[in-house]
């Protein structure tokens, strides 16, 4: 990890009432894509929402390319290079596939625009005039991505992207965040398949309870079945 | 289809039915009868039209459902019939019609901001109920200040400023001018929901934090949409205003602001359009329910159309003549899984 960090958290912590769902999180996050897993409810989609400002953080900082986001609010959060690729894709049902584009990409110049995400996703260009709900789940993950590279960010965070997908489009999706990967852009895979998580993530972190519970390269994860059985409750590494 | 593509030929086909309708009623109508329907009823169906559009473009685009746009039209032609010279009572006065118009405008768009800002941060019922006590409360503050709104009576003699030699209330020359407003400000909304900024309040309908998460300031976005509502309504205020001579606190009573839903409701929300679909069968209701039926109960049979409209169709007339066509066409109904 000779990677200088772009994301640093430490000492996070987040409160639903009487619940400590976030614990003393600390991570620091540079080029290299590292996978966070776990099982439910230990605390992951807690974890994205309070780095991007969706849920406030009872304490601890975020310091995004060394500017402290941890206490503004997400439009601006968002203006710090950091975009999320929401569990479920929450796709807009209003909007056409092109509107989502629109929408995302206004106003900001970058390496991404709308023609280049249509020759990424040929199956988005495709659909264009079709609305964010009439896509296929691996379409609609497709278009969430877009979206949020569409505002060139520094950092994605991403809450199981996997889910609800076919096998044959998680390997399309493994491709598309190894490219993402080698183009510069930081990359939190947040996952609960190994499979996926490994093959895009060299480090590995695992969430139990809302806390870090450890830190490893995924090869050794993946050697370890016993760990895998105690932290994640998987049988086999397999989809 | 591109959107300038779009807007010239919803442009042209409104331009088309606004000029084709007033020829229609002129072939088959007799000429006192044909410029009674464009004085009284076409020219108010626009008037309330552009009122109700506020309010349509405020819950089909941004889910906000706000009673106080009546309020906000009230507001603007107050701020006319206050400002205006030749109005009775003077209350201020001295101010010719260009400048007053333009200071009612601004007064609505400054209005729809204060809704917006007093809103933002309710929604659904809460929104609707905190407009309502906006309209209520602005409505016994005009009541009950005589000296700045002269009371119960209101201000009258607004007569509007002469075009071209004629007098801005002369049947064609108003009708003239409110569907000029109605189709710019029409064509104006469906120009604006396709902007990235129209598009972010369809997203924050859909899921403001979503829209939050891509960087758009979602209370912002709110209070300027409420805002360009308010320019809307502040429009139909200023015409309301000059085609009723005045204004009272009648206009924009707990009666006024319920019937703009109504006309909404009724045209349906779906689409812009259904703002002045809504407000044309309510003034065509409205003005010839008391000769079709007891002249004490027509309010019964105003109150029995609507219903049925809203029962068979809960998204107004708009979405009456689309089940229609898919009937007609024999389409499955959208959302259900194709075949």
């Known amino acids: ?239 | 289809m591109t959107l300038a593509r779009t807007l010239l030929l919803t442009g042209t086909a409104g331009l088309g039915i606004l000029c084709l309708v007033p020829l229609a009623l002129f072939l088959a109508l007799p000429e006192n009868q044909a410029l009674f329907w464009i004085g009284n009823i076409l020219a108010r169906a626009l008037i309330y039209g552009i009122i109700a559009l506020s309010l349509t473009f405020l819950a089909t685009y941004g889910g906000f459902v706000s009673l106080a746009q009546m309020m906000v039209a009230g507001i603007a032609g107050y701020v006319l019939a206050m400002t205006v010279q030749g109005a009775v009572p003077v209350i201020i006065g001295g101010f010719g019609y260009p400048m007053a118009i333009l200071m009612a405008l601004l007064a609505s768009v400054l209005a729809g901001l204060a809704v917006g800002a007093i809103a933002v941060r309710t929604n659904d019922i809460y929104l609707l109920m905190i407009t309502l006590a906006l309209a209520v409360g602005f409505y016994r503050f005009v009541e009950s200040n005589i000296d700045l709104f002269n009371g119960y009576e209101g201000i009258r003699n607004v007569l509007g400023p002469d075009i071209l030699g004629r007098r801005f209330r002369d049947p064609m020359v108003f009708y003239t001018i409110a569907s000029g407003t109605a189709l710019l400000l029409y064509l104006g909304v469906l120009f604006l929901v396709r902007t990235p900024f129209g598009l972010a309040l369809q997203g924050i309908r859909d899921n403001p934090r979503r829209i939050s998460a891509l960087g758009y300031n979602v209370v912002l976005h709110r209070i300027v949409a409420f805002g360009i509502a308010g320019f809307i309504a502040g429009c139909g205020g200023v015409l309301a205003t000059i085609y009723n001579i005045g204004i009272s606190p009648g206009s924009i009573g707990l009666g006024a602001t319920i019937n703009l839903l109504i006309m909404s409701v009724v045209g349906g929300l779906g689409h812009p359009v259904g703002a002045f679909v809504g407000s044309l069968i309510f003034a065509i209701f409205d003005t010839f329910a008391a000769s079709l039926y007891d002249r004490d109960r027509f309010n019964s049979l105003i109150g029995a159309v609507f219903l049925v409209i809203v029962l068979i169709s809960p998204d107004g007339a708009l979405g009456l003549s689309r089940r229609l066509g898919r009937l007609l066409r024999g389409k499955p109904k959208p959302g259900a899984p194709p075949a």
């Open chain 1, 1 to 239: 990890m000779a990677d200088r960090p772009i994301l640093e958290l430490s000492d996070l912590n987040v409160h639903y009432g009487q619940a400590h769902a976030l614990q003393n999180v600390s991570l620091s996050l540079g080029l290299a894509p590292v996978a966070v897993v776990g099982r439910n409810g230990m605390g992951k989609t807690t974890l994205c929402q309070s780095i991007i400002g969706l849920t406030r953080s009872s304490g601890g900082s975020v310091l995004m390319e060394g500017h402290e986001v941890s206490r503004l609010p997400a439009h601006r959060i968002a203006r710090h290079g950091l975009a999320i690729v929401p569990q479920g894709r929450r796709t807009f049902p209003s909007l056409t596939v092109d509107e989502h584009l629109r929408l995302a990409s206004s106003g900001k110049g970058g390496a991404w625009t709308i023609a280049r995400v249509y020759e990424t996703f040929p199956r988005l260009a495709e659909r264009r005039n079709n609305g964010g709900t009439q896509l296929s789940g691996g379409e609609q993950q497709m278009l969430a991505i877009a979206r949020a590279l569409l505002a060139n960010p520094r950092y994605v965070i991403m809450d199981e992207p996997s889910e609800g997908l076919a096998p044959v489009i998680v390997d399309h999706l493994i491709d598309v965040l190894r490219a993402l990967s080698k183009d510069g852009i930081g990359l939190l895979l947040v996952e609960q398949k190994l499979a996926l998580a490994t093959a895009v993530c060299d480090r590995v972190e695992i969430m139990l309870n809302g806390r870090i519970a450890a830190s490893m390269t995924a090869s050794a994860l993946m050697a370890d079945f016993s760990m895998q059985q105690r932290y994640l409750g998987v049988a086999s590494a397999g989809h």
